[in-house]
């Protein structure tokens, strides 16, 4: 049975009563109920109207909620390929992304990270290559650099599982997404 047709009995409410509660048209109600969509302002305010949050007006299962977050986390860990196969921390993640059906803001901000931390990574390393050519530091900066930003990305990875795990949401993203 259709999630809005089932509060909207429970709170006796005929579809004409709610298409004025809700300020919209009682054939929008009448489209969600025959299994339309629902999503965006007509969301929000039947959500609004009848008191319940939008994800049990869609009927989002706390179960399958709880399945996602898990395979977001896997996602988030198959960044750690990196460490074995250069761009694994962009491909891996990717294709499980994709594979699973599991493509929403928080794995895009998974994916945009290691993006992003792909392409500084090396943009990092020759900035300290190019110091140590003019200062002539010790050989083994440039090693020593370089597994600390491993460090660092494994860090974010890890800080986000454990943020994932509390809260459902990352702890370190970006104020936007690449892909």
């Not at 300020?23 to 609004?48: C, F, M, P, W």
């Not at 190019?130 to 200062?135: A, K, Q, T, V, Y």
């Not at 083994?140 to 491993?150: D, K, S, Y």
Request: net charge positive; no cysteine; proline share 2%.
């Amino acid at each position: 049975m259709n999630k809005l047709l089932t509060y909207r009995e429970q709170l006796n409410l005929t579809q004409e009563q709610l298409s004025e509660k809700a300020k919209v048209s009682v054939r929008t109600i009448q489209r969600i109920e025959a299994g339309q969509t629902l999503k965006g302002h007509t969301l929000e305010a039947l959500s609004n109207a009848l008191g319940v949050s939008k994800e049990k007006l869609l009927g989002e299962d706390v179960i399958q909620k709880e399945k996602n977050i898990l395979l977001i986390k896997l996602i988030n860990l198959s960044s750690l390929l990196l460490i074995f196969i250069p761009f694994g921390s962009i491909v891996l993640p990717l294709l499980i992304m994709y594979w699973k059906k599991e493509v929403n803001a928080i794995t895009k901000q998974i994916v945009s990270i290691q993006i992003l931390w792909t392409i500084l990574f090396p943009v990092i390393v020759l900035i300290v290559v190019f110091l140590n050519n003019i200062f002539r530091f010790n050989r083994q900066v440039i090693p020593l650099t370089m597994l600390f930003l491993f460090i660092v990305n494994i860090y974010i990875i890890l800080r986000n599982i454990a943020e994932l795990h509390q809260k459902e949401e990352l702890r370190i993203k970006l104020k936007f997404s690449i892909i």
